[in-house]
């Protein structure tokens, strides 16, 4: 089923009138560009479509094709694009910055990074404070993990199976799942038992998972730990919520043995959960450095590492330096970012749509055998497809149909978990509840049509 088809066609589900239109097209065709691609970017990318999409224009929760034609963007670029796709604020800070100064480094002083990093500091509890720029994640993770390391004098480092924290040496060694790790030395880390309520052997009580921990430092370290990095709601590894009661009594568990708690908060970050600005604070804890990128900036490179100045010594008396960190075009579109958030309520909007969202899609449940678990917070939602409720078997190939189809009626989702048979709902956060309509109306007519 096409979209001509939903033109003509008045009882399937239609996307919500939104008014823009893109200016026209003039540059090279899909099948053009993805010859290039296969040339010269990575042959091994997986194409999330049998026809990959050439996206030429972003406005808001939607995107555009070569065609002009119209998507509902359920997947906000993994997570990241929180504001909408090219907001007109954060435009327009970016490009006010570009023309201004494009780059210093952290040698000089320039206002946007001052403020911005005054303004990250104001959003986190007790001493959190201090903030180091980085280009990703996967580089704020790095360097949260060095400073753990740093700071306690002890090697090992303690995560969560079914968790992802980047792809160079450190955070791939961190990162548990097998799809994610080439050939990594991985000293020092140990990967704890997720506590996976769909799962996990132990449902939902957090505090069994938690005992797992305490022996795993009782018996596989030397009693000293440097820390632990775990992400509020694993985003990659399926929109998995961590147990409740598990993180509060971890976190006292690894102070004891003299380790730092890192929250990795570059999914769960940036009022996507839309009941807390940050994923922590949904588990009551207080960590002692929060890594954050994605959403930080609405899709401009930027990660960042906010820690206590007593922690942060460990890098001020080195030096810490890397050359793009703290680029002033980035964080004057990180500011705008801040301001947008705030200004539009997109943190109450995450919690009202998303909870109407989940809500929509736990009731198709009853109609579609094939949906194992509806999970997630606010505006980061999983829906796990499975051929049988009981054995939980993945339905990896299934979910690949559902999602075509769902593009060919204009709706982009994402797909995720270890067995890769989870949809991430991660929009911009400015979806609406037509927008959340339109997505379970396809997905619903998509599996019927299975
Ligand atoms: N941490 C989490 C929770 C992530 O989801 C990701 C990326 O998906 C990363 C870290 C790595 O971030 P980046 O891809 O910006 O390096």
Not at 330 to 337: E, I, K, M, Q, S
Request: net charge neutral; aromatic share 10%; proline share 5%.
């Amino acid at each position: 089923t096409s979209l001509h088809q939903q033109e003509d066609d008045t009882s399937l589900p239609k996307m919500p009138p939104f008014d823009y239109t893109p200016p026209p097209y003039t540059g090279p065709s899909a099948h053009e560009i993805l010859l290039k691609r296969q040339t010269y970017l990575n042959p091994a990318i997986f194409h999330f479509y049998k026809k990959p999409l050439n996206l030429v224009d972003g406005k808001m929760q939607y995107l555009y094709d070569e065609n002009g034609r119209r998507y509902l963007d359920a997947f906000g670029g993994i997570a990241t694009v929180c504001c909408g796709h090219c907001h007109p604020e954060v435009v327009e800070s970016i490009v006010n910055q570009t023309k201004r100064l494009q780059h210093s480094t952290v040698l000089y002083l320039n206002h946007a990074v001052a403020d911005f990093a005054e303004a990250l500091a104001s959003k986190l509890p007790g001493d959190l404070k201090v903030v180091f720029f980085t280009n990703s994640g996967t580089e704020a993770n790095e360097l949260a993990l060095m400073m753990a390391r740093l700071y306690t004098g002890c090697q090992d480092v303690i995560s969560l199976r079914n968790g992802y924290h980047g792809n160079a040496a450190g955070t791939m060694g961190s990162t548990a799942q097998s799809s994610y790790k080439f050939n990594v030395v991985q000293t020092g880390v140990h990967h704890a038992l997720n506590p996976d309520q769909y799962r996990g052997v132990f449902g939902s009580d957090g505090l069994k998972y938690a005992r797992d921990l305490d022996d795993l430092i009782t018996y596989g370290t030397s009693g000293r730990v440097a820390g632990f990095i775990a992400e509020a709601i694993q985003g990659v590894g399926g929109i998995l919520e961590l147990a409740p009661g598990y993180l509060p009594a971890v976190y006292d568990r690894v102070r004891k043995a003299g380790g730092i708690c890192i929250a990795d908060e570059v999914q769960s970050g940036f009022a996507r959960t839309g009941s807390h600005f940050w994923g922590f604070e949904g588990h009551g804890v207080v960590p002692d450095i929060v890594t954050m990128a994605k959403g930080i900036g609405n899709g401009i490179p930027l990660g960042a590492v906010v820690t206590t100045p007593e922690i942060a010594k460990v890098l001020t008396n080195r030096s810490y330096f890397n050359t793009f960190g703290g680029n002033p075009v980035c964080t004057a579109g990180g500011l705008a970012v801040l301001r947008v958030i705030e200004k539009e309520k997109l943190q109450q909007n995450a919690f009202s749509v998303g909870s109407y969202l989940k809500n929509r899609l736990t009731s198709l449940m009853e109609k579609h055998e094939i949906i194992g678990d509806v999970r997630g917070r606010g505006l980061m939602l999983g829906v796990e497809l499975v051929t049988d409720r009981q054995s939980k078997t993945p339905a990896k190939v299934e979910i690949l149909r559902v999602m075509e189809q769902m593009k060919e009626m204009g709706v982009l989702i994402g797909k995720g978990g270890f067995y890769g048979n989870v949809f991430r709902v991660t929009p911009p956060l400015c979806f609406t509840k037509e927008d959340a309509d339109f997505l379970v109306d396809v997905m619903d007519y998509s599996m019927s049509k299975m």
